[in-house]
């Protein structure tokens, strides 16, 4: 499956960014999705993910109660929501694809990723 972010950008400390990620080649509906960044000179980490029948979410300590993960089939298209953005989410931001029902935390699950779309948080 091909995926392509959007909605990168600079926003205040405390602001909110949607970012999408559409997918296109294959069922997207298959596929458990997942939101990975990276920051300058540190490893790519995980997010948030959701199941292929978005009945289950999961979020990475740092970004809990602050980002939410949502899918429409319809569209092929998965959401990352950002609210309450600090400095330290300043990173490039990718979705990644997972052909499995069930997210998981690790990058090497994922078969297919997008290009990232940068996300600056000024304080």
């Known amino acids: 499956v091909q995926l392509v972010e959007s909605g990168g950008g600079l926003v205040q400390a405390g602001g909110s960014l949607r970012l999408s990620c559409a997918a296109s080649?294959?069922?997207?509906?298959?596929?458990?999705m997942g939101w990975f960044r990276q920051a300058p000179g540190k490893e790519r980490e995980f997010v948030v993910g959701?199941?292929?029948?978005?009945?289950?979410?999961f979020a990475a300590d740092p970004v809990k109660g602050r980002f939410t993960i949502s899918r429409d089939d319809a569209k092929n298209t998965v959401y990352l929501q950002m609210n309450g953005l600090k400095p330290e989410d300043t990173a490039v931001y990718y979705c990644?694809?997972?052909?499995?029902?069930?997210?998981?935390?690790?990058?090497?699950?994922?078969?297919?990723w997008g290009q990232g779309t940068q996300v600056t948080v000024s304080s």
């Open positions: 080649g294959r069922t997207f509906s298959n596929y458990a």
């Open positions: 990644a694809a997972r052909p499995y029902f069930i997210p998981t935390r690790a990058a090497s699950d994922y078969d297919d």
């Open positions: 959701i199941s292929w029948n978005s009945a289950r979410t």
